[in-house]
């Protein structure tokens, strides 16, 4: 991460004084707990996925506001699955929704009028990153947050299976498959190895 991410941590992440803990809605408690324990590995999660500063903080923003908004985390059954699922769903959509931009901003530029029936932007191009990014969101659900959270949160197969409450095992072949989609997604040879 480069100097800017970092002191995004700082600002993001700031300690939380024991009178503000005090202060503090008994039922939001549980965020405080998951924003102090995982707020820096959720950002550096948001980072990889979007990899810019100002969507890293409305993203991890969108989602402590999603999760305040919730209410109490009593029915969860892991609120760091929870949190890691929520922040990489909003980063992917943030990432779709710029794309779905990007293809359309020439036919709005001209004036035309968008049709969006049955298209599907197509990653790649000049801009490797944003192809990766395009190719990545348009995953299922369950390879996606397996790749999110192998490879751009870095986790170990056992703890992604706690997380999504998968085996290790599990958690290995859905990545396998991820690669192979995305090798599909994105041009390349799948190959078998």
């Given at each position: 991460?480069?100097?800017?991410?970092?002191?995004?941590?700082?600002?993001?992440?700031?300690?939380?004084?024991?009178?503000?803990?005090?202060?503090?809605?008994?039922?939001?408690?549980?965020?405080?707990?998951?924003?102090?324990?995982?707020?820096?590995?959720?950002?550096?999660?948001?980072?990889?996925?979007?990899?810019?500063?100002?969507?890293?903080?409305?993203?991890?923003?969108?989602?402590?506001?999603?999760?305040?908004?919730?209410?109490?985390?009593?029915?969860?059954?892991?609120?760091?699955?929870?949190?890691?699922?929520?922040?990489?769903?909003?980063?992917?959509?943030?990432?779709?929704?710029?794309?779905?931009?990007?293809?359309?901003?020439?036919?709005?530029?001209?004036g035309r009028p968008v049709d969006?029936?049955?298209?599907?932007?197509?990653?790649?191009?000049?801009?490797?990153?944003?192809?990766?990014?395009?190719?990545?969101?348009?995953?299922?659900?369950?390879?996606?947050?397996?790749?999110?959270?192998?490879?751009?949160?870095?986790?170990?197969?056992?703890?992604?299976?706690?997380?999504?409450?998968?085996?290790?095992?599990?958690?290995?072949v859905y990545r396998r498959h991820?690669?192979?989609?995305?090798?599909?997604?994105?041009?390349?040879?799948?190959?078998?190895?």
């Open positions: 991460m480069t100097s800017a991410a970092n002191s995004m941590l700082k600002i993001a992440h700031p300690a939380v004084e024991d009178g503000d803990r005090a202060a503090g809605d008994s039922a939001h408690r549980w965020i405080l707990r998951v924003m102090e324990a995982e707020g820096a590995a959720i950002l550096r999660m948001l980072w990889r996925i979007l990899g810019s500063d100002a969507d890293v903080m409305d993203a991890y923003q969108d989602c402590f506001c999603k999760l305040a908004s919730r209410g109490g985390g009593k029915d969860l059954t892991s609120a760091k699955a929870y949190v890691f699922r929520t922040a990489s769903n909003i980063a992917i959509e943030m990432v779709r929704s710029r794309n779905r931009k990007r293809m359309h901003l020439p036919a709005i530029a001209a969006t029936a049955g298209e599907t932007p197509v990653p790649g191009g000049d801009d490797d990153r944003a192809g990766l990014q395009a190719a990545i969101a348009e995953l299922p659900s369950h390879l996606r947050q397996v790749v999110v959270l192998r490879d751009l949160s870095k986790m170990a197969y056992e703890e992604i299976g706690r997380v999504l409450s998968i085996s290790p095992a599990t958690a290995r991820a690669v192979v989609k995305l090798s599909e997604l994105l041009g390349g040879e799948s190959g078998n190895d």
